[in-house]
């Protein structure tokens, strides 16, 4: 039998369909074509082009497999975090979503540090406020359009508001809602005291389940939309980080994944519920029962160097870029002409505000350090390894928390890239693996999938049979000496940017 992963992303949905024994048969995406900022910091997104986007991908993936629907036997969903999609009585969709990086709810972030205390929310659900979580955009939304709260009689997450429309049951995850800012993440229930306080009626709530549970069954209309067979299971899934860590058998305590897609995440398992009393790393459920992780994240990590391919990335005369090949290709090979360490040249990528180890939505980036000797292959360089280096943040505070690193593996944009994954070995100063099937979330959708349809009798089982390393790679003991120093002087940028802006 075959297991179908499906990712919400942000800039597309994508489908996958794995055998099993953890092969990938075929995939295919489809691009979203609604993305608004109408004012700085602010993002958002029709949840309806997720429902169509999800239609084309299937349907796409399907037919690139040459499977029948009936040969799927359970689906799994994955999906972009935090956002907040508001339904009416009628399940129609109130207003876009309010999407992960949209970082207009700072008001009420500070709100609910007032109202809780900051140390008391820690403890209440294992992470502080944050612009990012959902609850202080469903607060924005009441306090700033109350006319569109009025009509609100559901909430969920994106993948949530998708797989709705697939099955017509309301749902959720153990680890996506542990990004609301409203889930005791300790006992893995949502938090009556931070409901009652903050006025948020738990029926607007979708129903909790673990990842690998079936939690509804394809319906007629998402047959229908999509192809798939109507009654195959659904399970509940995870938000993309915890759903991508599965895929690269994240699974066990120790075990370590550091991802530069859009934003950058440094992930570990744990077996208890540890917290930062700080509150820089995030501490949510894992998409296994039972087991938790801690992530931090940086904002702008692949966004980075999009945005410099954006705005700069013309190919230069050195590197002509050649038909149809990746102009990310072109910039590492460039990036690659120019020394370890970028001669000084540093990039601090806060293009969206910062979360670990900052907690800032107000942090600006830079590009610092320059000569009149530098090159466009050194300030390419420099993103990348800045990039790094604000990932090697969240391992400082892995150190600090004594949470195990036994190993790390590579994923996103950060694990294709030769370049970009020597950069970390050296960065972080360990030796980086890299899996056979580096599929993303998509992949572990899949593998939580077949958990649900009894393929495996666990997460840790599937993971097992199915996530196999392929590569390693050890750090340069020179350039790793010199990033370290470099790392030094990194850490005291955001200081500086800050008291000088202020």
């Not at 970028?342 to 505000?353: D, K, R």
Request: glycine letters at 10%.
């Amino acid at each position: 039998m075959s297991y179908l992963g499906i990712d919400v992303g942000t800039g597309g949905t994508r489908a996958l369909v794995m055998d099993s024994s953890g092969n990938v048969i075929a995939s295919a995406s489809s691009e979203h074509q609604d993305f608004a900022s109408p004012k700085p910091g602010w993002a958002e997104q029709d949840p309806r082009d997720w429902w169509r986007a999800c239609g084309v991908a299937v349907r796409q993936a399907l037919q690139s497999a040459k499977l029948d629907a009936k040969e799927i036997s359970c689906v799994g969903f994955s999906g972009q975090m935090h956002g907040a999609v508001l339904l009416d009585s009628s399940d129609e969709v109130v207003r876009p979503a309010l999407i992960w990086c949209d970082q207009r709810s700072d008001p009420q972030s500070r709100e609910l540090e007032q109202m809780f205390g900051r140390d008391a929310l820690i403890r209440l659900t294992c992470n502080p406020p944050l612009t990012n979580f959902t609850l202080t955009k469903f607060l924005w939304v009441r306090e700033n359009e109350p006319q569109n709260w009025a009509r609100v009689a559901h909430v969920m997450l994106p993948k949530d508001y998708v797989r709705f429309r697939l099955t017509g049951e309301r749902a959720i995850d153990m680890a996506d809602a542990s990004g609301t800012l409203l889930l005791d993440v300790s006992n893995r229930r949502w938090s009556a005291e931070v409901l009652n306080k903050t006025g948020i009626k738990e029926s607007l709530l979708p129903a909790l389940f673990e990842s690998p549970q079936v939690c509804g069954k394809i319906s007629a209309a998402g047959a229908e939309a999509t192809g798939l067979k109507a009654g195959t299971p659904v399970v509940a899934g995870a938000g993309d980080q915890a759903a991508g860590a599965v895929g690269m058998g994240i699974a066990r305590a120790g075990a370590v994944s550091a991802t530069i897609g859009t934003s950058g995440v440094v992930f570990a398992s744990t077996d208890r519920p540890a917290m930062d009393p700080q509150g820089r790393l995030h501490t949510f459920c894992h998409a296994i029962p039972g087991r938790w992780h801690v992530m931090g994240v940086t904002q702008a990590a692949g966004l980075s160097l999009r945005w410099y391919r954006d705005h700069f990335g013309g190919a230069s005369p050195g590197v002509q870029k050649k038909d149809g090949r990746d102009p990310y290709d072109v910039f590492a090979e460039e990036a690659s002409t120019a020394p370890t360490a970028s001669e000084g040249a540093f990039w601090v990528p806060y293009l969206m505000g910062e979360r670990t180890p900052h907690l800032d939505p107000k942090a600006r980036a830079a590009l610092i350090g320059l000569t009149a000797s530098h090159t466009r292959a050194h300030v390419i360089r420099a993103i990348m390894e800045g990039v790094a280096f604000s990932l090697k943040d969240t391992f400082t505070i892995f150190d600090e928390m004594k949470i195990p690193v036994t190993s790390i593996r590579l994923g996103g944009g950060g694990a294709r890239s030769p370049l970009w994954r020597q950069i970390q070995a050296d960065v972080y100063g360990r030796e980086v693996e890299i899996v056979a099937a580096e599929e993303g979330a998509a992949y572990g959708a899949a593998i939580l999938a077949g958990v649900g349809a009894g393929a495996w009798s666990s997460v840790e089982q599937a993971c097992d049979a199915v996530v196999r390393v392929a590569k390693r790679i050890q750090p340069n003991a020179k350039d790793s000496a010199t990033m370290q120093l470099a790392y030094t002087t990194y850490r005291k940028i955001y200081a500086a940017l800050k008291f000088a802006a202020a």
